[in-house]
């Protein structure tokens, strides 16, 4: 090889190992545990919406603008998940590189056979309907699993070099998953729990994945707050089905279940997160599942 081919082909590893780390934002912190377990070293990731916040309501913060406006891909559930603030920090970003359609921008959620999809007209009579279906993916691991491989065969679009790294991580994660969802329903069937109440339709995806009912919502209509008349209704459920578990999603107020509690002595209530990072040691979404099979099972 002569040194001018010598020259070149050093320049060419130069450039490769210099290349700037891909710059992720993602809407929640569940995605961004995603992210950054699939990106690894090659990527930087930062969510938007803190895991203690109801992530339908997140103010569109200049901050968050500046976030986006360096990003080569932003993260999002999509399914309305984030239709009320995500679009005006997009557009705020002034960022053509992860407008929607281009390839800087991914919602995952259209992509993993959504549950609840809307039947027929649509009325905002029936409350903060999402007519795409329900964007609560995040709570089923197979889902996850999922996600996680769509995620990897963008970042690898947007970074060839690293596409078989990215998917490596991305199987490994979705095999790790599947083989703990198995273990979770084996523990979750022991508890003989088959009924749970909860506030908002947050945890449609972990039920339906693990074999249990949800016969009762503490908010009247999605979106809103729960009227007396409709607790009372609630109250009746749980006595009728013999309800034993109300898990209160932790964003939301919780003085509704002490009246729960004073009506039905029998029923126990729990405060639980519902995405990483939505409580102390939740720091992944193992931990996250891991609580809520706990929380079914008292501990
Ligand atoms: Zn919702």
Do not use: C
């Amino acid at each position: 090889m002569n040194k001018i081919n010598v020259k070149i082909l050093l320049l060419f590893f130069i450039s490769l190992t210099a290349q700037a780390k891909l710059a992720v934002v993602t809407t929640t912190t569940d995605l961004k545990a995603l992210v950054s377990e699939v990106g690894g070293e090659w990527i930087t990731v930062d969510a938007i919406a803190k895991g203690t916040q109801d992530p339908h309501f997140i103010e569109a913060k200049p901050s968050y603008m500046t976030k986006t406006s360096h990003a080569d891909l932003v993260v999002s559930i999509g399914l309305d998940l984030e239709v009320g603030w995500l679009p005006s920090i997009l557009r705020g970003a002034r960022n053509p590189k992860i407008n929607p359609g281009e390839k800087g921008n991914l919602e995952v959620g259209p992509l993993l056979d959504p549950l609840e999809v809307a039947q027929g007209k649509i009325s905002r009579s029936k409350g903060d309907v999402h007519p795409f279906g329900n964007p609560h993916v995040n709570l089923d691991p197979i889902r996850m699993g999922k996600a996680a491989v769509f995620i990897a065969e963008r970042l690898g679009q947007l970074d060839p070099v690293h596409m078989t790294s990215f998917l490596e991580k991305a199987k490994a994660l979705q095999r790790r998953f599947e083989s703990k969802t198995k273990i979770w329903q084996t523990r979750i069937d022991k508890t003989k729990i088959k009924k749970i109440v909860t506030y908002h339709k947050t945890l449609t995806y972990f039920f339906d994945r693990f074999h249990l009912e949800n016969p009762a919502i503490l908010e009247p209509k999605p979106g809103i707050p729960p009227t007396s008349g409709h607790i009372l209704e609630v109250i009746q459920v749980i006595k009728d089905q013999k309800i034993r578990l109300v898990m209160v999603e932790n964003f939301f107020d919780s003085t509704v279940t002490h009246r729960l509690k004073e009506e039905v002595p029998f029923v126990r209530t729990a405060d639980i997160p519902v995405d990483v990072d939505g409580e102390a040691q939740i720091n992944n979404l193992d931990d996250l599942y891991e609580k809520l099979v706990q929380t079914l099972e008292g501990k």
